[in-house]
């Protein structure tokens, strides 16, 4: 009888665990005070100072991957547009890999992770991010600041990231030109 009690109950108690965890680390939370920012995600727990405000413009590349890392509401690699012009000037299309400029383009790339501040930002991120898995890459400019990280947490442990991944904090985010490349 203690056997098929026992079996009843596991499958219960192993529900109530999953349930737990998926509560604990599930959504996510973002609270401003002035220059301070905490960030909650996931088991991500971020705090840092945002920088000064400014008015960004990027070509949005690849969405990345992220496992156990911060991804905000994109992770995704970015090259500054004034760059971009640059290059294409010179060179024409330097996504190429067959061209002079293509070391170039990769070496200005950035891993960047985009926290919208409010939901019209969140929606254009996702815009955007379905541009680029379209094979596109649009052209993007976003009101906002990046963050200086002081202290950053995943489930409890420190993070030390070295990795060079700049965060930015978003007011806005807008599409400017949906590929580049036309």
């Known amino acids: 009888m203690l056997k098929k009690m026992i079996t009843g109950i596991a499958p219960l108690l192993g529900l109530i665990v999953v349930i737990v965890v998926v509560a604990c680390h599930s959504g996510g939370r973002t609270t401003v005070d002035g220059t301070r920012i905490t960030i909650k995600s996931g088991g991500h727990h971020i705090e840092g100072i945002l920088q000064t405000p400014s008015t960004y413009q990027f070509l949005m590349k690849d969405k990345g991957v992220s496992i156990g890392t911060f991804s905000g509401d994109a992770f995704v690699t970015m090259m500054p547009l004034r760059t971009?012009?640059?290059l294409r000037a010179q060179y024409g299309d330097f996504f190429k890999?067959?061209?002079?400029?293509?070391?170039?383009a990769i070496q200005n790339m950035q891993?960047?992770?985009?926290?919208?501040?409010?939901?019209?930002?969140k929606r254009g991120i996702a815009e955007a991010l379905a541009l680029v898995r379209k094979s596109r890459i649009p052209v993007v400019s976003f009101s906002g600041s990046s963050l200086q990280v002081t202290k950053q947490t995943y489930l409890s442990m420190e993070v030390n990231d070295q990795t060079g991944t700049l965060i930015y904090y978003l007011k806005d985010f807008q599409i400017l030109k949906p590929d580049y490349m036309e």
């Not at 890999?97 to 170039?104: D, E, G, I, M, S």
């Not at 960047?112 to 930002?121: C, H, I, P, R």
């Open 84 to 86: 971009a012009d640059r």
């Open 111 to 121: 891993a960047t992770v985009l926290v919208a501040g409010d939901e019209e930002a």
């Open 97 to 104: 890999c067959n061209q002079p400029a293509a070391l170039q």
